[in-house]
């Protein structure tokens, strides 16, 4: 009996596995994709509805304690990526709450009225408060599909349609 010192594949075996892989890249690379996108979208309406439950919390110590907290609006995005940034006493406590996001804290647009005037109170949250296609998250009426949430205008309340 002959011993085979033959080791290793053949080219054809080798073209088989190269297919295979390419044809499931094929199927999960897209899927992938859409899965990234909506833990984004979540992690967007969930850091917008921080903003918005940090916002009225304070203004509500605020006049608690004797002082005005109304009609507060940031029309322009507001950069909380800092601590420099965050001067007046809300903007600080939006930081403090989003700060744990390391880097990616991000930017918060807010509209806030008394309970004597709460219509159109809204938070928006984004990564770089560009009004570019990118995915916007909101409190109240958060979008549930990405692509409503990448076809919002940040600073401008979108409310839902159905």
């Known amino acids: 009996m002959r011993k085979s010192n033959k080791k290793g594949f053949t080219l054809v075996e080798l073209v088989v596995v190269i297919a295979i892989i390419g044809v499931l890249a094929a199927i999960l690379i897209p ?3 859409n899965y990234v996108k909506k833990a ?5 309406n969930s850091n917008a509805k921080l903003v918005f439950t940090t916002v009225n919390n304070k203004c509500a110590d ?3 304690d004797g002082d ?12 909380v990526s800092t601590k420099d940034t965050a001067k007046d006493v809300v903007e600080k406590a939006v930081y403090e709450a ?8 991000g930017w918060a647009v807010v509209n806030y009225k008394t309970a004597d005037d709460a219509t159109g109170n809204f938070a928006q ?3 770089n408060g560009t009004t570019t296609k990118q ?22 309340y979108t409310k839902k349609t159905t």
């Open 40 to 44: 984004r979208l979540k992690t967007a």
């Open 62 to 64: 605020i006049v608690s």
């Open 125 to 127: 949250w984004q990564t």
């Open 98 to 105: 989003l700060k744990d996001n390391g880097d990616g804290i």
């Open 135 to 156: 995915i916007t998250g909101q409190f109240p009426d958060p979008a549930k599909e990405v692509s409503d949430a990448e076809d919002m205008t940040f600073g401008t």
């Open 68 to 79: 005005a907290c109304d009609g507060l609006q940031w029309t322009t995005p507001v950069d």
């Open 31 to 33: 899927t992938m994709m």
